[in-house]
């Protein structure tokens, strides 16, 4: 029986530092707003520090999804219809890279991802506890808009959110499981790639990481305008 010579491989850095810094940041501030929501009381003033904080990261995401490295603009891994169609019959073109990054089915994951928590934020911008916590811009909105918005944000909101994170959960599970870790990737940026293929890499220096240092700096500052108005 002929033996099948493994293929060589190489590193390529598919995700630069500030997507993986984003992807690390965004887990940690939802993670926190559902445990400080579920806590209530004196936690809540937690819970709308950390939507804000998921707003600046949701923002910086839109612009960076623009003018990021390589594989983390949408023009790169969101896909049209008929693409993500020749993805599930397994008819890969040359330049399609489907391994290479997000899939086509993991960008929609991404793009459900970021809308569902857009929506979020904005709901909770205008919602009422009728306790103790309000939005910053609940002056803005008849009672009966706050009170709908308050049934979402804490109804259809969180329900949509856990259900992506348990499907993302289970993607990352079965990836791991088919040998093609997702999680290595985001921490180190880079992927193990066909020495054969010629994989462009995401820029990643200096340049790229203070372009997103001053972006961060600029949405934190819209995200702080617009709670003020509130004021």
């Not at 348990?166 to 020495?195: C, E, F, K, N």
Request: charged letters at 15%; glycine letters at 12%; one cysteine or more.
């Amino acid at each position: 029986m002929p033996v099948v010579a493994e293929p060589r491989l190489r590193t390529v850095r598919v995700w630069d530092l500030p997507t993986r810094l984003f992807h690390w940041l965004l887990t940690a501030c939802v993670v926190g707003s559902f445990v400080s929501a579920k806590i209530g009381g004196a936690a809540m003033v937690w819970h709308l520090r950390l939507g804000y904080a998921v707003a600046t990261l949701l923002l910086f995401r839109l612009v960076w999804g623009f003018v990021g490295g390589r594989w983390s603009r949408f023009g790169h891994f969101v896909r049209s219809p008929a693409t993500v169609l020749r993805y599930l019959r397994g008819d890969a073109r040359a330049g399609d890279w489907f391994d290479v990054g997000h899939n086509p089915l993991g960008a929609l994951s991404v793009l459900a991802m970021l809308g569902f928590l857009a929506a979020q934020v904005a709901s909770g911008l205008f919602a009422d506890d009728e306790i103790a916590t309000t939005g910053p811009l609940i002056r803005f909105v008849s009672g009966a808009t706050s009170l709908q918005l308050t049934w979402y944000h804490k109804a259809v909101g969180e329900a949509a959110l856990l259900v992506l994170v348990v499907l993302h959960l289970l993607a990352i599970g079965y990836y791991t499981w088919r040998g093609s870790s997702l999680v290595r990737p985001m921490i180190g940026g880079d992927q193990a790639i066909d020495a054969a293929r010629d994989v462009p890499a995401a820029a990643d220096g200096a340049g790229p990481r203070l372009l997103a240092a001053a972006l961060v700096a600029a949405c934190a500052g819209g995200v702080a305008w617009l709670v003020s108005l509130g004021g």
